[in-house]
């Protein structure tokens, strides 16, 4: 029985892995993915990053220094185009410490079905050998890299490869109004970005909740209360310190 030869046209060709780095623009990610472009600069990058759309003006300068550096734009993934705004309004709630949908709905599910739809996809995370040993943030959809776990670096060689570099990372990395922020970064933003505080104040008196908890701290939970104090002059405990952030956001 005469075999037939089956021209190697015939067979679909494997589509090639993609080499993304996740860049929310914190420090991790920031000097992973130039370090990344600077050592292995045959790769064919590309960044990701999930703007919401309530990033305050010094984090959208440090996404467009960071696209004249690596010479590439960032690819922006939304969900359906929409802000964190629009899903305030739609959802007719507030993100706080009971509904934290925001990181998920604008973030992480955004970037999975990207991945997802864009595979094979191996994504770099910024996880530092210094923290907590997880299957990443992603999930087992997503193939996932650690380099700074292979690097054995922790955040003194992070920050330490920024300052060779000359980078610098803004205060805020996330949301403008994220209920898990700190006082003093709500003390910030009611001083710097009154019109922001003043919408989200706003937010809070039409829809009857507050971003903040109301029992998190001796302050007023709502910030039309908390401007007041401000206005007042009231001393913030440990002000100045590096506020918490949303572990997404600040990666």
């Known amino acids: 029985m005469t075999q037939l030869a089956i021209p190697q046209s015939y067979y679909p060709t494997p589509p090639e892995l993609r080499y993304v780095v996740g860049l929310s623009g914190g420090k991790d990610s920031t000097a992973l993915a130039l370090r990344l472009a600077e050592i292995e600069p045959d790769k064919p990058w590309e960044y990701i990053i999930t703007p919401t759309g309530d990033e305050l003006p010094p984090m959208l300068d ?82 996932s890299r650690f380099p700074f776990r292979e690097w054995n670096w922790g955040v003194k060689e992070v920050w330490a490869y920024l300052q060779r570099r000359g980078i610098s990372i803004p205060r805020r990395t996330d949301c403008a109004r994220c209920y898990h922020q700190r006082i003093g970064e709500w003390r910030d933003l009611w001083r710097d970005y009154p019109a922001i505080y003043d919408e989200a104040a706003e937010q809070e008196w039409e829809l009857g909740h507050t971003f903040r908890h ?36 600040s990666l």
């Open 62 to 143: 440090h996404w467009a220094n960071l696209e004249r550096i690596l010479g590439k734009p960032l690819i922006r993934i939304t969900y359906k185009d929409r802000t964190l705004n629009d899903l305030i309004q739609l959802q007719n709630a507030l993100p706080n410490h009971r509904q934290r949908w925001c990181t998920r709905i604008l973030k992480i599910e955004p970037t999975i079905g990207w991945c997802v739809a864009n595979a094979p996809v191996l994504m770099h995370v910024g996880l530092r050998a210094d923290e907590d040993e997880r299957e990443g943030i992603y999930g087992h959809l997503v193939t």
């Open 214 to 249: 109301p029992s998190r701290d001796d302050w007023p939970a709502a910030l039309l209360d908390l401007a007041k104090e401000f206005e007042a002059g009231r001393k913030i405990k440990g002000d100045g310190k590096e506020g918490r952030q949303c572990r997404v956001c």
